[in-house]
């Protein structure tokens, strides 16, 4: 191998390259392709930003050259071999060296990360090293990203030690991973045929205070010790060789708090990743758990379970059933040291599939949310109402008149009356004739339609009338 070429050679025939061949034949001298050795490996592509930020500082010493390759489709991954290909007759399939380009991710910081698309680097020593890395990534499937980095290298001992030591740094960097760990997350959804691979979504979730969760005491204790204080507990049950992981069922009905639940589990549990799936995401549930083991201790929540977990007899098709059967299995968990939180949520309990609901290693512990008693309804008032001056007898008869209702029910209670102060020109002063019309409009009004829109369904009993919550919180 030529090992004489001087810098100003190679700046000068850098100049007239136009193709990833012309540069990698430059790089390599006089040595033929066939004498080169080759290693790809696959990486998840949440990972990217750090596989790259790696290969910056392991290359750095090297002095690399950054070059930027074209890639013709998104569903073709580029390649070392492809990237050889010179040009051939009127249509040539060499890829086009181009500018390098990149794409700023969300990674729930102050500011967002640029990470490459595609990026080429040619590095050399004076030690007889000499490399090409290839940083790809593409889609695979329907929607399905991969990254890959791929090492062509001239297979002496300097070659196979640097190839060698760039994956033990590239594997340690992804379970090592801190970008999106101790943060909520899911997988972007995206229009399929657009091309680009779907990347994760960070959600910035206001901080939801103990206090600011209002559920009855014997509830708030069961989350306490099923949860938090599971998770404390973790070390100690390791050291007993007991499972690390736990599944969690939050039932009861529409609009009670369960979505506000789960906003209170995630701010508040310590150095985990909450992760979540919606029903219509669980195709994805291989991608989602692959998140959830490599960012654990992780939470992977699962609302409305039961458009999934439906009874077997119910079930549409072999599809459906698929899905149910590869979200049990993840949570049977092939490895009890795996330190996941399982949190599914359903408004049907009745409507959950047998071994999902009552099969111990799937759900540990069913915990009801119910809806508001006087206490808790007392609490919300003053909760939504912290801005206004709502007194203790507008406070007392509303409590009083709201028997049955859920939390969401509240909420838009305490808005109208906010509305109805303003109206009357005393911002924030609320009095009994305004909750007493608030009232009349949300609950006496004779329209069934109204009731539903407001989430509330009045089951007539001419001895007793109540109202029953079906609003959404």
């Known amino acids: ?83 050889f290909v010179k040009n051939s007759g009127p249509v040539s399939a060499a890829i086009s060296l181009v500018p390098v380009q990149s794409q700023e991710i969300d990674v729930g910081e102050d500011s967002p990360i640029g990470v490459f698309d595609n990026a080429l680097w040619l590095v050399s020593d004076n030690d007889q090293l000499e490399a090409a890395i290839l940083f790809e990534q593409h889609v695979e499937g329907r929607d399905k990203p991969i990254t890959s980095i791929e090492i062509v290298y001239l297979p002496n001992a300097s070659g196979t030690t640097f190839t060698r ?74 050291e007993l060789h007991q499972s690390l992981q736990k599944g969690i069922l939050l039932y009861g009905p529409p609009g009670t708090g369960k979505t506000h639940t789960i906003r209170y589990l995630a701010t508040n549990l310590p150095d985990h990743t909450t992760i979540l799936i919606s029903a219509d995401q669980v195709a994805e549930l291989d991608r989602y758990m692959l998140l959830a083991r490599l960012l654990q201790p992780s939470m992977v929540v699962i609302e409305d379970v039961d458009l999934i977990g439906r009874h077997r007899e119910s079930m549409r098709g072999p599809k459906e059933e698929s899905l149910l059967n590869r979200l049990l299995n993840e949570m049977d968990g092939l490895n009890q040291d795996a330190e996941i939180l399982f ?50 007898d507008v406070v007392e008869q509303a409590v009083t008149q709201t028997e049955g209702v859920s939390a969401a029910f509240v909420k838009e209670l305490v808005r109208r009356l906010a509305q109805e102060s303003i109206m009357r020109g005393a911002p924030g002063e609320s009095s009994m004739n305004d909750l007493q019309r608030v009232l009349a409009e949300m609950l006496h009004q004779n329209s069934k339609l109204n009731h539903a829109l407001l989430g509330a369904t009045i089951n007539r009993d001419p001895h007793n009338v109540k109202y029953v919550s079906s609003g959404c919180f």
């Open 343 to 392: 949190v599914l949520t359903t408004n049907q309990p009745e409507a959950i599939e047998d071994a999902l609901a009552a099969r111990p290693g799937r759900v540990d512990q069913a915990i009801e949310v119910p809806l508001p008693d006087a206490e808790c309804r007392g609490r919300l008032l003053r909760l939504y109402g912290a801005r206004m001056n709502i007194s203790d």
């Open 165 to 238: 030591q760039t994956f033990i740094a590239l594997e340690r960097a992804v379970y090592e991973s801190r970008l999106y760990r101790g943060k909520v997350i899911s997988l972007e959804e995206g229009e399929a045929y657009s091309g680009r691979p779907n990347t994760i979504l960070v959600h910035r979730l206001p901080a939801v205070a103990r206090e600011d969760l209002i559920l009855p005491n014997s509830i708030m204790q069961l989350l306490d010790r099923n949860i938090f204080g599971f998770a404390r507990s973790r070390r100690g049950l390791k």
């Open 1 to 83: 191998m030529n090992q004489s070429v001087n810098a100003v050679d190679r700046n000068s025939e850098t100049k007239s390259q136009e193709f990833a061949w012309q540069a990698l034949n430059q790089h390599f001298g006089e040595v033929q392709v066939e004498e080169l050795a080759s290693s790809r490996r696959q990486f998840p592509h949440h990972t990217r930003a750090d596989l790259q930020r790696t290969l910056v500082d392991l290359l750095a010493p090297f002095s690399p050259r950054l070059l930027g390759v074209n890639q013709n489709h998104p569903m073709i991954p580029l390649s070392m071999p492809a990237l």
